[in-house]
């Protein structure tokens, strides 16, 4: 399973069975930044519903390559996750990422004012893509 992980959404993505391909499954939605509860219990069940095995989840990082508050805050979700799921949970490089979705998204011809509700859960299929891609190499 892939994650993008913003300070209102969480973008999902799935893998196929063979670990081949990612496609984007869904964008969880909470009111407030600090408001993780639902959002977890959200990805418990998408963990037990697709027999989910590991995580991968994006790390954002400056175009320096250095990090900053928001990867601080995505290394804690990493934790709790780990604590909460026992599963492993992996850190890829997310920069781009969401401008990557954007372009596909239009490319598909996906209108600018429909964008909004997808670009999330394509940016982790993209996040979770670039993983399954290492693996291989």
Not at 28 to 51: G, N, S
Not at 71 to 100: G, K
Not at 105 to 124: N, Q, W, Y
Request: proline share 3%; net charge negative; no cysteine.
């Amino acid at each position: 399973m892939g994650l993008d992980y913003g300070t209102k959404t969480v973008g999902v993505a799935i893998s196929d069975a063979l670990l081949l391909t990612a496609q984007p499954y869904e964008t969880i939605t909470r009111e407030r930044p600090a408001q993780l509860r639902k959002t977890v219990q959200r990805l418990e069940a998408i963990i037990k519903d697709e027999e989910v095995g590991e995580i991968v989840l994006g790390l954002p990082k400056n175009m320096n390559n250095t990090e900053g508050e928001r990867a601080e805050e995505t290394r804690a979700f990493q934790e709790m996750l780990e604590r909460r799921t026992l599963l492993p949970v992996h850190l890829v490089d997310e920069r781009l990422t969401t401008m990557e979705a954007d372009r596909i998204l239009e490319e598909t011809g996906v209108a600018h004012s429909g964008r909004k509700e997808h670009i999330d859960k394509m940016a982790a299929a993209i996040i979770l893509q670039t993983y399954l891609d290492s693996r291989r190499t």
